[in-house]
């Protein structure tokens, strides 16, 4: 009689192939069907375009409070944003 090891290697040798036999058939029942591979592609670019946008949203807004924080205590910089801010206020203050 073989010894259990040997068994046991044989047993998990036969269920890898089988796994792997497996996972290649719904790969190829996957690939077999152009209308689900186009509409998961076009999911994953989806969620990926929307997480770059939300992140560089997210990225700048930090930067700019960072930055102005910082430029505020400037003198020319802080007499340039003032300026701009009158300017802003008063062109949506003539379109309302």
């Known amino acids: 009689m073989p010894p259990?090891?040997?068994q046991n290697t044989k047993l998990a040798q036969v269920t890898f192939k089988v796994n792997n036999e497996r996972e290649f058939k719904k790969y190829v029942k996957y690939l077999s069907n152009?209308?689900?591979v186009a509409?998961?592609?076009f999911l994953v670019g989806a969620f990926h375009g929307l997480g770059f946008v939300i992140g560089s949203a997210l990225l700048l807004s930090l930067f700019g409070y960072f930055v102005s924080d910082i430029l505020a205590n400037i003198p020319v910089f802080s007499?340039?944003?003032e300026v701009v801010?009158?300017?802003m206020e008063s062109t949506l203050e003539s379109k309302e």
């Open 4 to 6: 259990k090891k040997k």
């Open 34 to 36: 152009p209308w689900h």
């Open 39 to 41: 509409w998961r592609n």
């Open 79 to 81: 007499q340039f944003a």
């Open 85 to 87: 801010q009158i300017w």
